[in-house]
């Protein structure tokens, strides 16, 4: 059989049936297999690149690589679990080909050992087979014996790859066995050889452990100090906020009597100018006081002047009879003689 072609420039959708007015906007399995079908109709390699270009001509989308690769997968995984379990009309051999012949590779390509292997694995297969069947070979019982001989190759491939590891193992065992003896006698020698240092280091220890459990002690002291102290210290604190609230108040209070000594002092102030205004008005009115007193005087003196004058102007002459005045008193601007 010849070699199938993986590109192509058209492709035969007879019989398909395919939806051309949808729009497709991701790659599922049942894509795949449509492009599959298409594909083996047409003759044409089924690898992830002609996958890709088959949906491109049928659906529009190619998908990417990771994904059709996962699905050509799966596709080629049921289909040779399909042939495993017997769905298929046609004979055992002409399914496994048909399955198997993608046309990426030529029958001539096949390496001869590989063909003298499988046609020898094949006859052993059959023979055993026939041993257990009378007439023919059922298709499970087909897939039990592939499945063992499965097994059996795999061991068979195995076996040197264990057996190397397990002599491996072995002989890794025996060493570690033969070092950790070596190591234990060493041991024990040295440990005899050290048990002297050993009691010294331990005697040591204990010394360390006491002082220890007395610095713990002590510490346990402090603690117990540091927290009679910190009672203390919350006691302090509470009387120092009732004192900074008494403090507060005293503020509010002497600021209070601020206000009041300002008002005090301004109204002092106002008492010291009425007091000036009023020694102002004192003297004013001590002036005005001395100013009438010097008018009423002179006023006095200048009536005195004229009463004066006016009893010149109308004394008599002198009689030898009239007795002279002895006394004379004025009152109201008259003259009173005394007898």
């Known amino acids: 059989m010849g070699k199938l072609p993986t590109t192509f420039t058209t492709l035969d959708l007879a019989g398909f049936n395919i939806d051309q007015s949808r729009q497709y906007s991701s790659v599922d399995r049942e894509m795949v297999d449509v492009a599959c079908s298409v594909l083996q109709k047409n003759r044409v390699g089924i690898v992830t690149r002609s996958v890709q270009s088959a949906l491109k001509h049928i659906y529009g989308i190619g998908g990417s690589a990771d994904t059709i690769c996962n699905l050509l997968k799966e596709w080629r995984s049921e289909n040779l679990s399909n042939l ?19 046309g990426l590779l030529e029958e001539t ?11 020898q694995m094949a006859i052993a297969t059959y023979r055993l087979a026939y ?21 059996m190759k795999q061991q068979l491939k195995d076996f040197p790859q264990l057996q190397l590891e397990l002599d491996f193992y072995k002989n890794e065992y025996e060493r570690q066995k033969v070092e950790l003896r070596e190591a234990y006698m060493n041991l024990n020698k040295q440990q005899l050889a050290d048990s002297e240092q050993f009691k010294q280091r331990l005697d040591a220890l204990h010394q360390e452990r006491n002082e220890l459990e007395s610095q713990l002690l002590q510490a346990n002291n402090k603690l117990q100090g540091f927290a009679e102290l910190e009672s203390k210290e919350s006691e302090r604190t509470g009387e120092i906020s009732r004192l900074n609230g008494q403090l507060e108040a005293r503020e509010r209070e002497i600021s209070g009597l601020h206000s009041q000594v ?12 009425l007091e000036h205004q009023l020694e102002q008005l004192k003297t004013q009115l001590k002036e005005a006081n001395q100013t009438i007193t010097n008018l009423q005087a002179k006023q006095k003196s200048t009536f005195m002047l004229e009463v004066d004058r006016f009893d010149d102007e109308t004394k008599p002459e002198a009689k030898p009879e009239t007795k002279p005045e002895t006394k004379s008193a004025r009152k109201n601007g008259k003259v009173t003689v005394a007898k």
């Open 84 to 102: 495993k379990q017997g769905k298929n009309d046609k004979d055992l051999v002409s399914a496994i080909l048909e399955v198997s012949d993608d």
């Open 262 to 273: 300002q008002s005090l002092q301004t109204a002092v102030g106002e008492k010291q100018v």
């Open 131 to 151: 041993q257990k069947a009378d007439t023919s070979v059922a298709g499970a019982r087909m897939k039990l014996l592939t499945d063992e001989n499965d097994l």
């Open 109 to 119: 390509e096949i390496p001869e050992e590989y063909l003298a292997v499988t046609k």
